[in-house]
Each structure stands twice: as structure tokens, then as C-alpha cells.
């Protein structure tokens, strides 16, 4: 029966090996697409009730028993996000529908769309370090075709750079699997875990560790972030989104599993490095964040600034700063693809793209400007909306830790967020109007209900976030308590 | 056999990091081609080599057999680094047909295009 754990895997990828058969039906691709993700969602949300009854579950491939063949592991962190990822794909997708245009989706965009959902998946859910590689790789390559789709000038130079520099980045990865191989012998993460607690963490697995840091934050952004300005303003609206929403967070993922699971006896030096590391992005992100005038660099600025908070989680590693992690990483894929949803649709709207340019929208567009308000307020962590329950976590946990540099980055980097989307607000929503009602191009159904989703997800965090503690507190106290996961998988 | 296979791949390394920082995308693409040798060199020394037998069950004794998983995760990365390298290649030919520019300077980009 726990079979059912690939599924969120192994259906996106079926689905889009049966799409690309169907690529002249599109109606037909959006509907099988639709319901292919309802039904990832419902398995997900089942997955995450059943482990709070029976604990983490876990898959054997081919029935070999840990720690010899490749194996997925459902834990609650893992589950939750693969939910989330889920349904911010599916949210993406419906705004797809009416922007992204017939000649991109006759390209196969579906089919490179559940390629993605299902590398990031797998990438939640895998429990083996060599398939969490092959995971990346799945996801890797659905985005260098998501972000060149459509092939504008931009995106073909934009898309060179994306490619090489996370070719360079999984090199690295490869590299550091074979080091920590050398060393133990094993890629079941369970086992390594209980190797290097045996043997101790000696000063090569820490350098070996710090080869893991470099993949991990090339990936998420964490400090080297250079590519990711440029890579994510590339791609039409849509994929903007499900790569802002979803690419870094999958970053960020791993580097929690991997600090949290297999190098934690360290943390004078490991997570040190994560704090100040995130320290720094957040005053290079919060930096950036202002500097620019082009909408879709502030809004890229801002993804950076979510990577360093939710890592400052990581650095202090205490209960409350795990969870306000997890709470945070829920709420930033949500939030985030909504701000890029609402970035894209002002430029589309306007045909511009600097700020300045841009003026009197909320005349034009009501609900949509103070879509843009709400979520304005919800990244910069005003209650009840969903950033505020993660920030004040991970701030009691920083108070906790003692550690009041990062704690006071952290919410001053809110402070930057707050002031840099407002700037946006006020120049582009307030003022005369640049678009006479005539020639107002008209906000499609299709746009409103997909921000409507995704602010109604918004106040769902918030309000219930009660309802959603003990999932998170399950996550946090498994990733604190490393013997739970390793229990499950080598029994 | 090991020190001398490392030292072949830190050559290799070199001549990759060489060939990623030139200018002309096509170099490039070759670094990343010769880094992906490199690293696949790096997993085989990894595993040890010249231990034994080959990992295959039967009469044979079986104390001393090579290690069979590096050769599966090489298998495994060479496809993908095939994957990828033929994607880039076509990626960066399209763009010189687009662009009109192999020349990784003149890529750079300019503000609010």
C-alpha cells in the first residue's frame, strides 16, 4: 500500500510521456494536466494525514532493503512541501491557460510542466543521495526548456547562462557525492547519517560538507545568487512563477535535510558558515532589492531575501526556528508565485517595465492593485496573513539561539521588503492614470481566479495556522531529531 | 593506479575550468563536456579500482570483486551529462542563429529589454 509514496512522482511524469502523443489536442493536454495535479494534491494531503497516525513511510524500490537500493521517504517536511509544490504548480498552470499562448503550448509546455512537478518531487521525497541527483537533473532539464519556450532574445541569452552555471553547479554535486562515497561507501542518507555518528564527523565529511553547501546554494540562491536576477525576469509570466516559486525552494529543501539529517555534528563550523552566509544574502538581497527599477529585478531581489530568512531558520537549528522555517517555506512558495504572477500581469498590462513608467493602474485594475497590497503586507509579515506566523518563529528561535546579528537581519531585511514593494505600489498603482478605460486591456477570468487562489491559500496559512501546527511541528521535530528518520528507514 | 588516475583528473579539471572561462560559448560547452569526465573518472577512482573480479555472483570467489555501484552512478551520469551536453549544444546554436554572437561578452545584456 504505501506504493502510493512515487505517485506524486511517477504520475506528473506519466502524464507528461501521454501528453506529448496528444501535443494538436490542447484542450485536451490542459484538462488531463489539470486533473493529473488534483489528484497528486489528494494523494499528497492523504500521505500527510496518514503519517501523523503511522509515522514516516517509506518505499523500496525492487524490494531491496535499505541500505542497498534506492528508496522514497514520506516524512512530514518532505509531504508537506511536495503539497505545496503541488498546488502552486496547479495555481501557475490555470494563469498558464490564459496567458502563456497557443505557439509555446504546442511546444510541449505541459509535458515540461509535470517534468519539473515531478524532478521536484522526487527531489522532496527520495531518501538516496545519488537519486536525489538524478531528481535535480529531471528538474534541471525541464527548466532549461520552460525558460527558453518561446525563444525571445532574452531568453535564449538569459537561458545560456541559467544552463551553464547550473551545469557547473551539478558538477559540483557529483563531485561531492564521490568524496562522501569514498568515505563511507553508502548513499542511503539514513546510513550515511549513522556511519558518520559512528565514526564521528571527522574534518574531511565537514570539507566534503562544505562541497555539499556550495551545490546547495548555488541552487537556492543562498549568496551566489548572481544567475538568478537574470534567469528568472527571462521566461514569460507563468514560468516565472512556478521556477520562483518552486527552483530555489528545492534548494533550500536539501540543505535543511542534508544539515538537519547527515552533517549536524558540526554546527560550530557548518552552520555557522549557513548563518553567515545568510546573513550576507540578506544585506546583498535587501540591497538589490531597492537598487532597481526594473519590476521584474525587484521581485527577483525578493526571492533572494526569502532564501537568507529561511535559512537563518537553519542556522540557529532550534524547535521554533525549524518550524517558523517550514511555515516560512510554505507561505514563500504561495506568496512568491503570486508576486511574480502579479509582476508579469503589470508588465503585460502596460507594456512597460520600469516602475516609473508605470502609474494610476489601481483606477484601471481595483482588485488586482490591492491583490498586489495583500500580498505586499504578507511577505513583509503582517498578521493574520501567512509570513507572520514563520517570521515570528524563526525570530523566537534566533532569540533562543542568541543569535541577535541574524535576528536583527532578518527583520530588518522585512523592513527592506516591505519598503521596496511599496515603492512599486505607490509609483505604479498610485498616481495619474497612464491607461485610459478605452484602451484597457482587460484583465482575463482565467488571471483573477489564480491570484484569488493563490490569496485565499495566503489567508489560509494565516488564519489556520493553527490547524496546520501539528503537521509542522511533526516536520521540525524530525528534522531536530535525525534517530526518527533513520529508525524509520533501517528498522 | 589511484594517485595516477586523481592526477588525471585533476588535469582534466584544469583543462575544463580553462575551457568554461573563454568567451566563445562553444569552448565552453566543451569544458562542461570535459567536466563531466572528469567527475566520472573521479567516482570510478572513488570505488577503488583493480580489486578483483567482476561483480557478478557465481562459482567464482566472492571476497574480492569490484565494487559494482561507481560503474552504476557513472552509467547513470553519463546519460544525463549526454542529455545535457546535446540540449546545450542545441540551445547555444539557436541562440547564435537568434543573437548573431558566439561571444559570451557580447551576451551580456542590456537594462530593462
Not at chain 1, 77 to 88: D, G, M, N, Y
Not at chain 1, 142 to 153: F, Q, T, W
Not at chain 1, 207 to 226: D, E, H, N, P, R
Request: with cysteine.
Amino acid at each position: 500500500m504505501n506504493n502510493i509514496i512515487v505517485l506524486p512522482m511517477a504520475l506528473p511524469i506519466m502524464l507528461g510521456i501521454i501528453l506529448i502523443f496528444l501535443r494538436p489536442y490542447i484542450k485536451t493536454q490542459r484538462v488531463l494536466t489539470v486533473l493529473g495535479l488534483l489528484v497528486t494534491i489528494g494523494i499528497s494531503i492523504y500521505m500527510l494525514q496518514w503519517i501523523q497516525t503511522d509515522g514516516i513511510i517509506r518505499l523500496d524500490f525492487g524490494g531491496w532493503e535499505p541500505p542497498f537500493g534506492i528508496l522514497f521517504v514520506a516524512d512530514s517536511f518532505a509531504v508537506i512541501l511536495v503539497t505545496a509544490a503541488s498546488i502552486v504548480t496547479l495555481i501557475c498552470l490555470i494563469y498558464a491557460f490564459s496567458s502563456i499562448g497557443e505557439k509555446i503550448e504546442y511546444m510541449y509546455f505541459y509535458s515540461f510542466v509535470n517534468f519539473l512537478l515531478a524532478g521536484v518531487n522526487g527531489s522532496f521525497l527520495t531518501g538516496d543521495i545519488f537519486n536525489l541527483y538524478v531528481n535535480f537533473e529531471i528538474m534541471l532539464l525541464a527548466s532549461y526548456v520552460l525558460i527558453v519556450l518561446g525563444g525571445k532574445r532574452m531568453q535564449l541569452r538569459e537561458s545560456l547562462k541559467y544552463v551553464v552555471i547550473n551545469i557547473i553547479s551539478s558538477w559540483f554535486f557529483l563531485v561531492a557525492i564521490a568524496y562522501l562515497y569514498a568515505q563511507l561507501g553508502t548513499l542511503n542518507m539514513a546510513h550515511i547519517s549513522v556511519l558518520i555518528s559512528e565514526s564521528g564527523q571527522t574534518p574531511l565529511l565537514t570539507v566534503t560538507s562544505l562541497v555539499f553547501l556550495i551545490v546547495f546554494a548555488l541552487k537556492s540562491g543562498l549568496l551566489l545568487y548572481f544567475w538568478l536576477p537574470g534567469s528568472y525576469s527571462a521566461p514569460p509570466t507563468a514560468v516565472a512563477a512556478l521556477f520562483g516559486g518552486l527552483l530555489t525552494k528545492v534548494g533550500i529543501y536539501v540543505m535543511i535535510r542534508v544539515f538537519t539529517l547527515i552533517f549536524y555534528h558540526e554546527p560550530q563550523i557548518t552552520h555557522t558558515i549557513i548563518g553567515i552566509l545568510a546573513g550576507l544574502t540578506l544585506i546583498m538581497g535587501s540591497i538589490g532589492a531597492i537598487a532597481y527599477k526594473d519590476i521584474r529585478q525587484i521581485v527577483a531581489y525578493n526571492v533572494i531575501i526569502a532564501v537568507g530568512f529561511i535559512l537563518v531558520g537553519l542556522a540557529v537549528m532550534t524547535q521554533e526556528a525549524l518550524e517558523g522555517a517550514v511555515y516560512y517555506l510554505m507561505h514563500d512558495m504561495v506568496a512568491k508565485s503570486l508576486l511574480f504572477l502579479l509582476a508579469g500581469t503589470m508588465i503585460t498590462v502596460t507594456g512597460e517595465k520600469r516602475l516609473d513608467n508605470m502609474s494610476g493602474l489601481i483606477r484601471n485594475y481595483p482588485v488586482f492593485g490591492w491583490m498586489f497590497f495583500i500580498v505586499m503586507l504578507s511577505l513583509a509579515g503582517v498578521p493574520p496573513l501567512s509570513g507572520f506566523i514563520g517570521k515570528v518563529l524563526v525570530g523566537q528561535g534566533a532569540v533562543e539561539a542568541g543569535s541577535y546579528i541574524l535576528l536583527a537581519l532578518g527583520f530588518i531585511s522585512s523592513i527592506f521588503v516591505l519598503y521596496s514593494l511599496l515603492r512599486v505600489f505607490l509609483n505604479s498603482f498610485w498616481g495619474e492614470t497612464i491607461i485610459s478605460f478605452d484602451d484597457e486591456v482587460p484583465m482575463k477570468k482565467g488571471w483573477m481566479v489564480s491570484f484569488g487562489l493563490f490569496t485565499a491559500l495566503m489567508f489560509t496559512f494565516g488564519l489556520g495556522a493553527e490547524y496546520f501546527a501539528p503537521f509542522v511541528a511533526d516536520a521540525a521535530n524530525t528534522l531536530l531529531n535525525p534517530q526518527i528518520y533513520i529508525d524509520a528507514v533501517l528498522e | 593506479m589511484e594517485t595516477l588516475m586523481i592526477i588525471l583528473t585533476g588535469v582534466l579539471v584544469t583543462i575544463a575550468t580553462y575551457l568554461v572561462l573563454s568567451k566563445s560559448v562553444i569552448r565552453v560547452i566543451l569544458g562542461t563536456a570535459v567536466y563531466s569526465h572528469a567527475t566520472h573518472l573521479l567516482i570510478i577512482t572513488m570505488g577503488g579500482l583493480k580489486k578483483g573480479n567482476v561483480p557478478i555472483l557465481g562459482d567464482d570467489d566472492v571476497s574480492t570483486f569490484v565494487d559494482p555501484l561507481p560503474q552504476a552512478l557513472i552509467l547513470t551520469s553519463i546519460v544525463i551529462s549526454f542529455a545535457v551536453t546535446a540540449l546545450v549544444l542545441v540551445l547555444a546554436y539557436r541562440a547564435y542563429q537568434t543573437l548573431g554572437t558566439d561571444n559570451m561578452e557580447e551576451l551580456r545584456g542590456r537594462k530593462y529589454e
